[in-house]
């Protein structure tokens, strides 16, 4: 049984930065891809960018393109999503979720469906 944990959420103002990290423990070699995702009040949870656990390969929406980096330390287990040049539309619960798919499966449907476990969320405020 896999378990993601999220942390890092907080309220910063437009043009801010932040890192979420991503632990993850259990059977974590089961899992092909970490993805971040996003939900905002009244909004469908949508793909915001997604690392694959075996050679480090991502993929960005284009809303976050420029903006935001995936990484990982496989040693601690974790995966950080640093976020700069925060924007009020960032504004959401932010999750840490993994996939047994391929990881072009992913990057041919970045949804949410394929991804099986789901950490809590972390809540992120952009506001001034």
């Known amino acids: 049984q896999l378990q993601l944990v999220e942390s890092g959420g907080d309220l910063v103002q437009p043009g801010g930065s932040l890192r979420l990290s991503c632990a993850a423990s259990?059977?974590?070699?089961?899992?092909?891809?970490i993805g971040w995702f996003r939900q905002a009040p009244g909004k469908e949870r949508e793909g915001v960018v997604c690392i694959s656990t075996n050679d480090g390969s991502t993929y960005y929406a284009d809303s976050v393109k420029g903006r935001f980096t995936i990484s990982r330390d496989n040693a601690k287990k974790t995966v950080y999503l640093q976020m700069n040049s925060l924007k009020p539309e960032d504004t959401a619960v932010y999750y840490c979720?993994?996939?047994?798919?391929?990881?072009?499966?992913?990057?041919?449907?970045?949804?949410?469906?394929?991804?099986?476990?789901w950490g809590q969320g972390t809540q992120v405020t952009v506001s001034s």
């Open positions: 979720a993994a996939s047994r798919a391929p990881f072009t499966t992913i990057q041919a449907m970045f949804v949410p469906v394929i991804f099986g476990s």
């Open positions: 259990g059977f974590t070699s089961d899992y092909r891809a």
